[in-house]
């Protein structure tokens, strides 16, 4: 089975702290992808890599950067966080396949005082 | 753009009835295609269904069945014989022909199934 694990299921943060959000996967796939999912608006892409060290912006990057130096790991970055980026946030993967199934993590809810 | 919209917040049901929950997305594309995802509480999202747009048949997963229509640009998904480990967050989600691999995804229905 495919496996997508995300490094922390809840964190609390302080406004402006640094915070890392890592991810996981095991099954070579070459497509990963961050959303953030707030109630009532879904899931929205944050960005995305479609292979090492190449990343594209998806509808809401501002305030988040990503780093993809190894195939299986995916991390999102937030600079410098802030209250209106309290969220739950989502990390997927897919290969290239034209099935486009996700295999979605189980999700990092972020809290940021 | 793609935009996808589920206008049902919430459903709620009795164990054992019928729902039907209702999407409708836009897209200028004629190649793309159709997801449903379920996201128990507290649990991973996962695939529960999926429809290619240049087949005209309905897609069918045990109880899980949609009914798509390309010209209205719907696509309901229909549980029957509801089960309580349905009680979920179930998202609509498109997808782009070959080559893409991003999906939009809806706002979610939650949808709770009563003993």
Same mark, same amino acid.
């Given at each position: ?9 809840? @964190? ?23 959303? *953030?999912?707030?109630?009532?608006? !879904? ?19 501002? !305030?988040?950067?990503?780093? *993809? ?26 290969? !290239? $396949?034209?099935?486009? $199934? @996700?295999?979605? !993590?189980?999700?990092?809810? @972020?809290?940021?005082? | 753009?793609?935009?996808?919209? #589920? ?6 049901? #009795? ?30 999202? +996962? ?31 229909? +549980?029957?014989?509801? #089960? ?16 893409? #691999? ?14």
């Amino acid at each position: 089975d495919v496996k997508v694990t995300q490094s922390s299921r809840y @964190l609390v943060k302080r406004t402006g702290e640094k915070v890392f959000l890592e991810c996981v996967q095991d099954m070579d796939h070459e497509n990963m992808f961050w959303y *953030r999912q707030d109630p009532g608006l !879904g899931l929205r892409l944050i960005y995305f890599s479609y292979d090492v060290k190449m990343k594209e912006k998806g509808d809401i990057p501002e !305030g988040y950067s990503v780093s *993809r130096e190894k195939k299986e790991r995916f991390s999102l970055i937030l600079e410098s966080a802030s209250t209106n980026q309290t969220s739950m946030y989502l990390c997927a993967s897919t290969g !290239g $396949e034209n099935t486009g $199934e @996700l295999f979605f !993590g189980e999700g990092s809810r @972020l809290t940021v005082l | 753009a793609q935009t996808v919209t #589920q206008s049902q917040p919430e459903m709620s049901v #009795q164990e054992a009835e019928t729902v039907t929950l209702s999407c409708t997305y836009d897209t200028s594309e004629n190649n793309y295609y159709l997801f449903w995802y379920k996201q128990p509480p507290s649990r991973q999202m +996962i695939l529960v269904i999926r429809q290619e747009a240049y087949k005209q048949q309905n897609a069918t997963e045990n109880r899980f069945s949609v009914n798509f229509q390309k010209a209205a640009k719907s696509f309901s998904l229909k +549980i029957s014989d509801s #089960q309580l480990g349905d009680t979920a967050m179930y998202f609509c989600a498109l997808r782009r022909g070959q080559g893409a #691999q991003k999906l939009v995804f809806g706002q979610g229905t939650r949808l709770t199934i009563n003993p």
